[in-house]
């Protein structure tokens, strides 16, 4: 039976959580912990995965190195069995990615690394090294705490800057339907090559659409749909500011977000705003994004500010249809009385010539 898997987030360190047809990978900027509940079984397995020292926790939140190009580092890794029974994890490393609405992750199981993941060489408790991209499977008694080594081994080759990558210790259980779920907890790896940085985001194109409202009365929305991509080699953030204005600058007005909160080098994440805009004619604007940095990284260049410029039509169909409606209700109504007062008038002619035929020609009265 094939295996699906999901994703969900720890938001705080130390956090618990309860996984039942879930698979769970923490924001890895934090320890982690995570629990599962096999459908056939009501015991729960809670565990963490932290980094470490050789003797255990160190107490930090990820890892974060600046490595020179062929350069090799040494870590460790702590993995607790809160449970009260023992449990078999695959412990692996792997590419850090994006989700689609921009937040870290980790590839799934069996998926082979390609860049960062694939640098790094897991340890057995023993010591021993596996080669890179190899999945360890090891067995942690309940309550037990193991620690194991890890190799950070830079190729000569390597390209300046930043390339995310974790580890992670997942459970595969399955639910009563007989599907397979990976359950994943994960520490985040910073690690940065040395070399020339850059730091620049780009939005190669900004997607208007204006969508009326149906109270003339009220202002329409303007649907503004683009990517911000990090052509750079460090991960950003970034605060985003838009402006709209009719012709002539006439009802201008704009919003500030949503700002995305990282995006690795390489990598874009979609954007959505919704801007209130009156049905003026031609609406433009500019979509302003100044780059920031991320969390404790150091500040590698100066901001330079994206500017996008956007048009759309915004034609007042619905004012217009209002106007026509109350036009058209204006002649029908005076049509109405004109055609009622040549009735009446057609009425009253008619009562006239019938009394002079009843009272005979004026010589005969």
Same mark, same amino acid.
Do not use: C, K
């Given at each position: 039976?094939?295996?699906?898997?999901?994703?969900?987030?720890?938001?705080?360190?130390?956090?618990?959580?309860?996984?039942?047809?879930?698979?769970?990978?923490?924001?890895?900027?934090?320890?982690?912990?995570?629990?599962?509940?096999?459908?056939?079984?009501?015991?729960?397995?809670?565990?963490?995965?932290?980094?470490?020292?050789?003797?255990?926790?160190?107490?930090?939140?990820?890892?974060?190195?600046?490595?020179?190009?062929?350069?090799?580092?040494?870590?460790?890794?702590?993995?607790?069995?809160?449970?009260?029974?023992?449990?078999?994890?695959?412990?692996?490393?792997?590419?850090?990615?994006?989700?689609?609405?921009?937040?870290?992750?980790?590839?799934?199981?069996?998926?082979?690394?390609?860049?960062?993941?694939?640098?790094?060489?897991?340890? /057995?408790? *023993? @010591?021993?090294?596996?080669?890179? +991209?190899?999945?360890? =499977? &090891?067995? !942690?008694? $309940?309550?037990?705490?193991?620690?194991?080594?890890?190799?950070?081994?830079?190729?000569?080759?390597?390209?300046?800057?930043?390339?995310?990558?974790?580890?992670?210790?997942?459970?595969?259980?399955?639910?009563? /339907?007989? *599907? @397979?779920?990976?359950?994943?907890? +994960?520490?985040?790896? =910073? &690690?940065? !090559?040395? $070399?020339?940085?850059?730091?620049?985001?780009?939005?190669?194109?900004?997607?208007?659409?204006?969508?009326?409202?149906?109270?003339?009365?009220?202002?329409?929305?303007?649907?503004?749909?683009?990517?911000?991509?990090?052509?750079?080699?460090?991960?950003?953030?970034?605060?985003?500011?838009? =402006?709209?204005?009719?012709?002539?600058?006439?009802?201008?007005?704009?919003?500030?977000?949503?700002?995305?909160?990282?995006?690795?080098?390489?990598?874009?994440?979609?954007?959505?705003?919704?801007?209130?805009?009156?049905?003026?004619?031609?609406?433009?604007?500019?979509?302003?994004?100044?780059?920031?940095?991320?969390?404790?990284?150091?500040?590698?260049?100066?901001?330079?500010?994206?500017?996008?410029?956007?048009?759309?039509?915004?034609?007042?169909?619905?004012?217009?249809?209002?106007?026509?409606?109350?036009?058209?209700?204006?002649?029908?109504?005076?049509?109405?009385?004109?055609?009622?007062?040549?009735?009446?008038?057609?009425?009253?002619?008619?009562?006239?010539?019938?009394?002079?035929?009843?009272?005979?020609?004026?010589?005969?009265?």
């Amino acid at each position: 039976m094939p295996r699906t898997s999901a994703t969900r987030r720890l938001r705080q360190p130390a956090a618990l959580a309860l996984a039942v047809g879930l698979a769970l990978l923490p924001a890895l900027g934090a320890p982690a912990l995570g629990q599962a509940a096999a459908a056939a079984a009501t015991e729960r397995t809670t565990w963490a995965l932290e980094p470490a020292t050789p003797e255990g926790p160190d107490g930090r939140v990820s890892y974060r190195h600046t490595l020179d190009p062929g350069a090799e580092i040494t870590e460790h890794v702590a993995l607790t069995n809160f449970s009260e029974h023992p449990v078999t994890f695959q412990v692996y490393a792997g590419d850090g990615v994006l989700t689609s609405d921009g937040q870290f992750d980790l590839p799934p199981a069996g998926t082979t690394p390609v860049g960062a993941g694939s640098w790094i060489a897991m340890g /057995d408790p *023993a @010591g021993a090294l596996a080669e890179p +991209g190899t999945m360890q =499977h &090891l067995e !942690v008694a $309940g309550g037990g705490t193991v620690t194991l080594p890890f190799v950070v081994r830079v190729p000569a080759e390597a390209t300046p800057g930043d390339h995310p990558a974790g580890i992670v210790a997942a459970v595969a259980t399955s639910t009563a /339907d007989g *599907a @397979g779920v990976d359950s994943r907890v +994960g520490a985040r790896l =910073h &690690l940065r !090559v040395t $070399g020339d940085l850059v730091t620049a985001l780009a939005v190669p194109e900004v997607v208007a659409t204006y969508v009326p409202s149906w109270n003339p009365l009220a202002a329409g929305t303007l649907r503004l749909e683009y990517q911000i991509a990090n052509v750079g080699n460090v991960r950003l953030g970034g605060t985003v500011a838009t =402006h709209v204005a009719g012709p002539f600058g006439l009802a201008g007005g704009g919003t500030e977000g949503p700002d995305p909160r990282e995006v690795l080098p390489g990598a874009s994440v979609p954007v959505i705003t919704e801007v209130p805009a009156w049905p003026l004619g031609r609406l433009s604007g500019e979509v302003t994004i100044t780059p920031v940095v991320v969390g404790e990284d150091a500040l590698t260049g100066a901001s330079v500010l994206v500017q996008v410029p956007f048009s759309a039509w915004a034609l007042p169909w619905v004012q217009v249809a209002v106007v026509v409606l109350v036009a058209a209700a204006v002649v029908a109504a005076v049509l109405l009385r004109w055609r009622r007062a040549e009735a009446a008038q057609r009425r009253i002619d008619e009562a006239v010539a019938a009394a002079r035929a009843a009272a005979g020609p004026p010589w005969a009265r």
